[in-house]
């Protein structure tokens, strides 16, 4: 009819065993790095996130420098029509602070 299940058992726990040696036999071949290669991948790594941070800083600027230039070029061409976005979003903002509970709500709930 059937196998016992214990001894199911007993080879499923010897093939893993051999599986579990096979795998650490594949992992004590790998070298760890010394202490020097990781202090150097560590300047390394470093150097790179101060060169992406500064990347990031002019992209920043030269965008923010194209908005307000652009801003600035639309107020001096048609200043009524500037002024009057200008107003609109402004008055948006106010009532949205205004209105939304949970702006207001939350800052009430955090003082007290």
Do not use: Y
């Not at 795998?23 to 202490?35: A, K, R, Y």
């Not at 194209?66 to 009532?95: D, E, K, Q």
């Not at 949205?96 to 007290?112: A, D, M, P, T, W």
């Amino acid at each position: 009819m059937g196998k016992d299940p214990k001894l199911e058992d007993e080879l499923w726990m010897e093939g893993l065993n051999r599986q579990f040696d096979r795998l650490d036999q594949m992992f004590e071949e790998v070298n760890s790095p010394s202490f020097e290669e990781l202090e150097m991948l560590a300047v390394r790594t470093a150097k790179n996130r101060h060169l992406r941070q500064r990347k990031e800083f002019l992209i920043f600027l030269l965008v923010a420098v194209f908005i307000v230039g652009s801003c600035l070029m639309a107020a001096l061409a048609i200043p009524r029509v500037f002024l009057i976005i200008h107003g609109i979003s402004l008055l948006t903002g106010i009532a949205i602070l205004l209105f939304s509970e949970g702006v207001r709500g939350k800052g009430k709930r955090e003082i007290q």
